[in-house]
């Protein structure tokens, strides 16, 4: 699993010394390009273009090198991979990932890992509880992969219905020992999901299963899960974990649209009010620069041109010239969205990649945008 703790690793690692390879390869093997190890010459294809592009460098053919050795010797298991290679720090990985991403190379200072950040953002870890009055399965999705983690039975007695005033009298008794039943299996519900909690924490939660039983579980939530209660759904027992995962993406999707939409709300606020909140790419590199930004915000696939101080370091709107805070030479600066999203994580920010409609409000006010600590 590629986790936030596996990029933190790596973008650790590689900034210490020397350049890295990077390199994202569409893997899916339910496309016929990428059947019979067509991904394999995908990736000698990219690796041949990066090269030709850099000119003669030793390090780059060994980093390319030992990059094809991982494709070659991968099985195929996802949607897409993701390669980091850096020769000096002996960092040399593959991962793969259920979800698709953009095929794409990169040879630069550090890792290029944001569209794994992207991607992470829009998908928060979920636990999903798909039960019944007798039985319980308890899941976690993120990055597009399901895991099950519990399947537990209760032995819960049925409701009977009684004919005569006798059996009236035994049927209330029994109805009062089948409820205490189903509130004895939610709380083993809610133990089981308290101990995944603490394995690995997550972000949203989704109740799905028969209505009486999800709504048994509402109840006994305790707040700090109520907290993280997304929506109770209706879904049978013996779904697969393709229909749980479908029911599960749609929500997903919804909740992270609504999410980045009242984000970028409160962004269009704070900037009608003149209040925290600058928008516009050259306000944005300003405010990064003077380490003032709580939250960056910008448009899925946001692409501009922008420069670094080689002297001072600062970001710049422009790929040369003098810069505005020393005099010094600007010059041109790759991946400058990475850049930027790296430098606003460094200093304690969050950074928001938005999509959908929230995206069509922020593009009104220059595609990117950021609330300030101050």
Known sequence: M???GVLSRLHTL?????LTLTMYLDIDQNKQVNRKRGFAVQAEAMLKGLKAEHGPDRKLADASRRALDLVKKMKPKAVSALVVVNLPTKTAELHQLQVPLAASVHWRQGAFLRPIVEA???HERYAVVL???QRARIFTVTMGELTEHEDLISETGRRTKATGSDQWRAEKRHDRRHDEEVTLHAKRVLDALRDLSIRGPFDRLILAGTPKATAQLERLLPRRLQGKLVRSITMPMTA?????MAGILKIQERMERDQERSIVDGVLAELHDRGKAVAGFAAVLDAVNQGRVWTLVYGKGFKIKAG???DCKAFSPHSNGPCVYCGGDVKPMPQPVDRLSQSVLEMGGRVEVVDGP???ALAKKGDIAVLLRY
Not at 240 to 244: M, N, P
């Open 2 to 4: 590629l986790g936030r």
């Open 14 to 18: 590689t900034q210490e010394e020397g």
């Open 120 to 122: 992470m953002d829009e």
């Open 131 to 133: 039960t019944s009055t």
């Open 240 to 244: 697969s974990t393709k229909e749980v």
């Open 308 to 310: 670094v101080c080689g």
């Open 358 to 360: 929230a995206r069509t």
